[in-house]
Structures are given as structure tokens and as C-alpha cells.
């Protein structure tokens, strides 16, 4: 069966009234752009969180909706020893972190 079912436009949802839960580990490591100081895989599921969708470049950047989005994020907190290369770029953008529970 398919994981997610379309529903109207542009909006997908799990089937059978599921939740899709997002699980997302280790998300201190996610890559920085080079050519701004960004987090693309971060800012794309801020976008989700936020907006409930994603801007999709290979759809001529249309705007997909997913509903019944549980996020689950796993953040590792900076022992003394690796709070250096934290501080050298491998931390998650603000815009993130303000849409997790600590």
C-alpha cells in the first residue's frame, strides 16, 4: 500500500488515518550551505513544521502540503570536548530550535 495517499491539489497525508511521525536524529550534524551561512535539510523541515509543507524545485516550486506530521527531534547536547567544533558550525539554526521542546 502507499505511505501517503493524496488527498486534493498539491496535499498528501498517511493513509488509513495514520500519523507520519519524522523522526530526526543527530540534527547538530546537518550540513551548511557554502554559499550562505544555511542549513538547507533544516530549513526544509522548518518548513514543514511551520508551514506544514515544502517548497518542491523538482514540481516547478510548488507548494506540497503534508498533513498528520508528527515531528520527533533528537538533539545531542555539547560535552566540554566537542563544544568547539559546535561553535565552528555544526549547530542547528535559531529558526529551528525555536520549534522544539527542550
Not at 40 to 62: C, I, K, M, W
Not at 76 to 99: I, K, M
Request: hydrophobic share 40%.
Amino acid at each position: 500500500s502507499k505511505r501517503l495517499s493524496w488527498r486534493f491539489g498539491h496535499t498528501y497525508s498517511p493513509s488509513h488515518k495514520r500519523k507520519l511521525i519524522v523522526l530526526l536524529e543527530d540534527m547538530q550534524h546537518a550540513m551548511v550551505s557554502r554559499h550562505k551561512d544555511a542549513q538547507p535539510a533544516v530549513e526544509l523541515l522548518r518548513d514543514l513544521f511551520t508551514h506544514g509543507g515544502y517548497r518542491a524545485p523538482a514540481d516547478s516550486n510548488n507548494w506540497h502540503t503534508l498533513e498528520d506530521v508528527a515531528p520527533v527531534s533528537v538533539l545531542t547536547v555539547p560535552s566540554l570536548g566537542e563544544a568547539v567544533s559546535a561553535a565552528a558550525g555544526s549547530c542547528v539554526s535559531p529558526r529551528f530550535l525555536h520549534h522544539t521542546v527542550v
